[in-house]
């Protein structure tokens, strides 16, 4: 079974929790996992550029963070993805995209993260490209907030 467990600050409106719920469900699923346990934590750029500075000795704000709490051998996966709603409200007027797609891109490329994707060279950017395209694409995100 996927579980999920979604926090918002009370600062943001909250998001959906069933439609990030079913989304993430079917993308794991598609991979071949049918047990997960996942955490969503959508706060501000304080958090996130905290966790950063803590994990990765970086210091500067980011959209999002995945954790994976458990090893990428187990078939399970446990994890904890943290998202800045204000990084994704940037993002979707960089890139021209609504909010609920970008924030829908962000939830996507975090779950890739927790199955061991990476985004470290061109050719893993691109693949990582080409899986959030195809999940944005077959999955209903657009009702994901407010």
């Not at 950063?52 to 990428?72: C, G, M």
């Not at 060279?121 to 195809?134: I, L």
């Amino acid at each position: 079974m996927i579980k999920t467990h979604v926090e918002t600050d009370p600062k943001y409106d909250p998001v959906n929790n069933e439609v990030i719920e079913n989304g993430v469900t079917h993308l794991f699923k598609s991979k071949h996992i049918n047990e997960a346990n996942l955490s969503f934590i959508f706060s501000d750029d304080n958090l996130l550029n905290s966790l950063k500075r803590e994990f990765f000795k970086l210091d500067h704000f980011t959209d999002v963070i995945a954790f994976r709490l458990n090893e990428y051998e187990e078939k399970n996966v446990d994890g904890e993805i943290y998202i800045s709603i204000p990084r994704a409200k940037e993002n979707a007027i960089k890139f021209e995209e609504s909010f609920n797609r970008e924030l829908a891109r962000l939830i996507i490329h975090g779950c890739l993260h927790l199955l061991n994707f990476n985004d470290e060279t061109d050719q893993e950017k691109e693949e990582m490209r080409k899986q959030e395209d195809h999940y944005l694409d077959i999955i209903k995100w657009n009702n994901i907030y407010g």
